[in-house]
């Protein structure tokens, strides 16, 4: 009796267990990531790698600029500025010894040297032409940071000193035109501020900028060390998803192997925490289809997150489609 009840709960599995084979190759092939629990069937071994051999071709045919040290000022949004209105104008001055260091994008290739903005701890937008003012659009009310660095057209920072400025600001809402038209219930109806980005026939060029997604400032301490997230983020394709580097900035911050007491963790996907110990990028390769989550964290010698307004530990989602 016990025995047939086995079974048939036993058959009853089995009946699942061929459903479930038959529909999930199909699935585990269209969209693998390595976040699920089942090994899926091209399972991802990351592999650190050399700098990628165009870019150290680039680096050749740009002559010295990559030994430039650029110093950007923050003009606006001056430290501890208020702005009314939901429209942030970033200008920026760059200045030092630029051997050539010039932001700009190229029309034909759609690269170039740029300048990553970060506005609190989002992901960074890329200012190219400093000519003009970058907008952050639609910022939320309250307190934020401003963080900003020269990067070159693959996406590598400058790290010397003065690259890399922070600055705070409070939004505050009023009777400023360019915030949002809202109705009474606070629904949003018109924004003057937000131009679309303006067709490519347009004679004057739409300006740079970018809406972003609400977020507040965290309680950041400039006297402290700062990891600020980089790369990798958004979408890679191609031969950009392979190899993909890790990149980011430190302030205040020496790591073990360059003589200080820090280190960096990094883990992909949640699996094993990985260190680095030189501020230098990373190139990781073997990465497959799919979405992978990077958290890179900068912990001190006992391997405890240091703490600055939650900044120092920066988890972001990248999708890859080779
Ligand atoms: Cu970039």
Redesign the pocket.
Known sequence: MRMSIRLASLSVLAGLCLFAAACQPVEQNANTTATSSATPPGEQKLAQVPRPPAIEQAMKDRGEQDQATPTLRVVSPANNATINGSKVEVKLDLSGDLKGYMPHKDPATQKGN?I?VILDNQP?E?YYELGQPFELRNVSEGKHTLRVFP?RPW?ESFKNDGAFQIVEFTVKGGGDASKPTTTNSGEKVANPANKSEGAAASPTPAREGKDFAASQAGDVDRAKPLLTYS?PKGEYKGADADPIMIDFWLMNAKLQGDGGEYRVRYSIDGGEAKFLDKWEPIWLSGWINGKHSVKLELVDKDGNVVDNGGYNSTTREITISK
């Open positions: 740029h990553h960074y890329a990067s996406h790369r």
